[in-house]
């Protein structure tokens, strides 16, 4: 586990032209629905209280927010997706965001998408793990608020988000929860592994 000596917030990005040039620094890019807990995620992963600002409001991340970590790679906080209340201009200008990001980033970068486990993935889950696979990305595959998830009812619910997600059985799903700290040895271990093969 990647052990957290500096943490700072760099820019925000809403075109790409604001992008942080990469000078050959390494960047794990987070990406999933709205409300799906990413900047919780971050926060435990950093082991900081309000690094990225959380809401319980979804769609508040609408630019590309950077991280520095421990002076040697940086975090990147992708806009959430499945807003349903934002127009059509701000869904295609966030389609356009993204599309410019992973063209700049990958293939350097470690994608992260995160799955809500409670409502078990959905179908802009899917479309979105279709889509970074076509863009040759290899996702790391998070299961968010296991814990909200009974211990009985888990087998079920992470194999009905396997499917619903299109995820092969013997893709490796991180289970992760902010509250008991399940799964942050885990994902760290995971990121380092990928950091490494690139």
């Not at 979804?58 to 520095?68: D, E, K, L, S, W």
């Not at 993204?98 to 486990?117: E, G, N, T």
């Not at 996702?139 to 009985?152: E, H, L, M, S």
């Amino acid at each position: 586990m990647e052990k957290i000596q500096s943490a700072e917030f760099l820019r925000s990005a809403i075109l790409a032209k604001d992008f942080l040039p990469s000078q050959g620094v390494p960047e794990v890019a987070f990406v999933g629905r709205s409300n799906v807990g990413k900047s919780t995620l971050l926060n435990t992963l950093l082991r900081r209280k309000a690094l990225a600002r959380t809401s319980s409001t979804p769609g508040r991340t609408q630019a590309v927010n950077y991280f520095r970590i421990n002076n040697k790679f940086h975090f990147v906080d992708l806009p959430g997706y499945g807003y349903a209340k934002i127009s059509k201009d701000d869904r295609r200008r966030w389609a356009r965001l993204m599309d410019d990001y992973f063209a700049a980033a990958l293939p350097r970068a470690v994608v992260v998408l995160l799955i809500d486990a409670k409502v078990q993935g959905t179908d802009l889950d899917r479309q979105a793990n279709e889509y970074l696979v076509s863009l040759g990305a290899n996702p790391i595959y998070v299961a968010t608020k296991i814990d909200k998830v009974p211990r009985g009812k888990r087998v079920k619910a992470l194999r009905e988000l396997r499917e619903r997600v299109n995820l092969a059985p013997e893709q490796p799903l991180i289970e992760f929860s902010a509250t008991t700290q399940e799964g942050v040895k885990d994902l760290w271990r995971e990121i380092a592994s990928r950091q490494e093969s690139l």
